[in-house]
Every structure is written in structure tokens, then in C-alpha cells.
């Protein structure tokens, strides 16, 4: 936590200098905070047009931020300590493992290597697809190769980030730059526990482990709900998909249903949909994307995890299982600690923002839940604050970034025993 503290103060005061803007007079200090701490924890919420505030300066800082975010100071301490005594100490491997959710130590030392490999390769994908489109849609070589660059870095650690007026509306017209995006930003939220186990047994399915199957499985679930709630809802309104044709239409609300894991990208206006597409984009983003991803949220197995144990009490089943494995006890508490723990933050954040804005509860609930999910997208309400709800939303984005994460880890290393039982008894339930 001290790490990414000291990065986001880093790429604060970065984006403080005159350099960083195209007009040095419209410095803020709460901008430029909010703009880094949004990008440190790829979130990819704004308070000014990117491309018309910042310089081709301030812009690489940001993409600097979103690239060191995404890997993780944790994992990029771990990194350099292993270059720099060509091996992982005890201490540098119990760090590593404590950043990639991998306990087992021998791994660790792999796991990071696949979690550099991982992003480089990935990142150089993205940016070869997107390349030659941005060089037939008229971009100069350079420009061409910054916007590839830049939108892989955003895409693949769901930084949200843009660059063009209108964000991916700008594109709206184009399916390959936004498959390209879309396809990035779901692998990039699997998380790299997942993509490393594909890519080592993307031929022996029934040998996933379990953490696997469920995010892969509930991950394709919730996008094929979002996919079809919001191709219900949205299919009538004139001001989102009314006047359009059925292939731009379903591409586009696809796009859609797969942001709100973390991506943050948007063809549609969020202002211009319906109230039942806001609330869907509520839970959806709440969610989130898979654990040890740059996605964020109470995570895709949390959810798996509490859906297993309700159906499992409703069967009335001693064990909760999946896939032919048993789920431990701990983990269900931990999965319903991490939700009560979520929605009290959210709560609140909702509650002190409504006070400091006076915005109805629609827009401002949207905006503290895409900023704790560190998902990116807006409902207006971070361009209208005053610096004490940028503040404020602020906070949100680093605890969303690192408190489940904090708090998951710290519950599971505490084993408190007894040498006594209390007597059995049962509340009444419902």
C-alpha cells in the first residue's frame, strides 16, 4: 500500500508540472491527484478531456502510470530484487507471492515470469492489430504507432484510458479497433493465474484447477446477461442503439457488456441510457473481473463462491462444491467478508458524495461504484465535483484498488483457535 502511495505522489507531482499541461495556467492539484491516482490503479475515470487538457507529455505519464499499475509495485519490487541478485530471496518470494495470490513458493519465481512475458506478449498483440487499422484510417506512422501503444497498454490492464475526442465513440464505426479492445480488455481481467494455466493446459481442460473453471465460468455467464439485459433495454432508446442496424447494434452492446469488468471503454453516452442499464452496470461492475487481475470489484469467484453456498443450503448440502471439488468453509466466509466489506464502501462513498455534490443518487452511486470497482465509467459526476468529491472519489479508487485485496489477504492469514466450544444454536433466518 506504501508502494502505490508512493507512485501515485510520483505521478502526481508529474502531472503537477507545466509540462504536463497544454495550458500551464489550468494546473489543479486536485486534477492532477485524481488523474494519477486513476491512473495507478487503472480506473480510467477523468475530470477533463484527456487529449485536450494534458501534453503529449502528461499523456505518457499517465500511460507510464496505468503500465506500472497494471504489473503492480508489488510485483515490480519483487522483479527487480530477483535482476538484481539473479534470484528470489525468501523474503522477495513471500512478497511476490503475497501480490500474485500465490502461496506456493517454488512458483513464485515462474508466476513472475509469466507475468511479464504475459503482459509484454499480450501487449505487443494488441498493438500489432491495432497498428495497420490506425494506418488505414489515415494516421501518420507516428501517431499510427503512439495510438497502438497507447490503447494496448489501456486495454490489456483496463486502464480506460483515451485518447480521442469522445472517447470509443470515436470508433463506434469500427469493429475491428473495438474487438481488438473489447478481446484485450476480458483476457486482461482473467487475471494471470487463469491465462497462465490456459496457456500451460489450453489443451487438457478437465486439468484447470477449480480457480480457473469458475472464473472462466462465471465470467462468460455474467457477459452473456450483461450482453442481453442491455440489448433489451437500450434496443428501443432513439439516443443509444433505437436508429441503428442489428450488426452495429450487437457488436456494440457486447462492447458494453464487457466494460463494465474493469475496461471502463464506452460507445454509448452513459448519460443518454436508461435507469435499468445504470443499475445493470451497477452490479455488473461491482463484480468485477477475476482475482489477481487488474480488474477490479469484489471479483468474479467471490460471487461464484456465495451463488455455490446459497444453492447449497437451498439443496441442503453439508459441503458446497464445484466441478467435483469441495469448497473449504474459510473461503465462504472470506468471499461474504469481502462483500459486506464492498458494499459498506460503497455505501458510504455514496453517502459523503451525495452530501458534497448534491447530484441525484443515480449518477453519484454510479460514479462511487465504478471508482471502488476501478472500472472507468462515468456518469458525469467526477467532471462536475469540486475538488472535495475528486478527493473523495480519490479514496475510493485506491481502496477499491487494494483494500479487497488488503483485507482477503489479512483474513486468510489469521487462524484464531480455541480449546472450547460454545453450546449449538440457530437463529431464525429470513
Not at 519490487?77 to 500465490?102: C, D, P
Not at 469500427?174 to 489450453?202: Q, R
Not at 468474479?300 to 446459497?310: H, R, Y
Request: net charge neutral.
Amino acid at each position: 500500500m506504501v508502494s502505490f502511495l508512493a507512485f501515485i505522489g510520483i505521478i502526481t507531482v508529474l502531472l503537477c508540472l507545466p509540462i504536463s499541461h497544454r495550458d500551464p495556467e489550468s494546473w489543479s492539484f486536485a486534477t492532477s491527484l485524481f488523474t494519477a491516482t486513476s491512473a495507478v490503479t487503472v480506473t480510467g475515470l477523468t475530470t477533463e478531456v484527456t487529449e485536450e487538457h494534458w501534453s503529449d507529455f502528461g499523456v505518457g505519464v499517465i500511460a507510464a502510470g496505468i503500465q506500472v499499475g497494471g504489473l503492480g509495485i508489488l510485483t515490480l519490487a519483487s522483479v527487480l530484487g530477483m535482476a538484481v541478485s539473479k534470484k528470489l530471496g525468501v523474503r522477495q518470494r513471500l512478497i511476490a507471492a503475497q501480490a500474485t495470490n500465490t502461496w506456493k513458493l517454488g512458483q513464485v519465481g515462474t508466476l513472475l515470469r509469466a507475468v511479464i512475458s504475459t503482459i509484454v506478449i499480450a501487449e505487443l498483440v494488441v498493438f500489432t492489430l491495432l497498428l495497420p487499422r490506425f494506418l488505414s484510417r489515415g494516421e501518420s506512422v507516428g501517431d499510427a504507432a503512439w495510438f497502438s501503444v497507447f490503447y494496448s497498454i489501456s486495454a490489456f490492464n483496463n486502464g480506460g484510458f483515451t485518447i480521442h475526442p469522445g472517447g470509443m465513440e470515436h470508433f463506434a464505426d469500427d469493429p475491428w479497433i473495438l474487438t481488438v479492445i473489447m478481446v484485450a480488455v476480458f483476457i486482461g481481467s482473467l487475471g494471470f493465474p487463469v491465462i497462465l494455466m490456459i496457456a500451460i493446459a489450453w489443451n487438457r481442460p478437465r486439468s484447470w484447477d477449480l480457480h480457473t473453471k469458475l472464473t472462466l465460468t462465471t465470467s462468460a455467464v455474467l457477459v452473456l446477461v450483461g450482453f442481453v439485459l442491455l440489448l433489451f433495454f437500450e434496443a428501443s432508446n432513439p439516443r443509444t442503439l433505437g436508429d441503428e442496424s442489428a450488426g452495429p447494434t450487437a457488436l456494440e452492446v457486447l462492447f458494453m457488456a464487457v466494460m463494465p469488468r474493469s475496461g471502463g471503454f464506452a460507445t454509448m453516452s452513459i448519460d443518454d441510457m436508461n435507469q435499468t442499464s445504470h443499475l445493470l452496470l451497477d452490479v455488473l461492475m461491482f463484480i468485477g473481473g477475476g482475482s489477481s487481475s487488474t480488474a477490479g470489484g469484489i471479483k468474479v469467484t467471490t460471487l461464484a463462491v456465495l451463488v455455490l453456498a446459497a444453492l447449497s443450503e437451498a439443496r441442503g448440502m453439508t459441503d458446497v462444491s464445484a466441478f467435483r471439488r469441495r469448497i473449504e468453509p474459510s473461503s465462504i466466509k472470506l468471499a461474504i467478508s469481502v462483500t459486506l466489506a464492498g458494499g459498506a464502501a460503497v455505501i458510504t462513498g455514496t453517502l459523503v458524495m451525495l452530501q458534497i455534490t448534491r447530484m441525484p443518487l443515480d449518477l453519484v452511486l454510479f460514479e462511487v461504484i465504478s471508482a471502488f470497482a476501478t472500472c472507468g465509467l462515468s456518469s458525469g459526476v467526477s467532471v462536475a465535483a469540486p475538488d472535495a468529491g475528486l478527493y473523495v472519489l480519490s479514496g475510493m479508487m485506491f481502496l477499491g484498488r487494494l483494500g479487497t485485496i488488503t483485507l482477503a489477504a489479512a483474513l486468510s492469514q489469521q487462524s484464531t483457535r480455541r480449546m472450547f466450544r460454545y453450546p449449538e444454536e440457530r437463529p431464525i433466518i429470513g
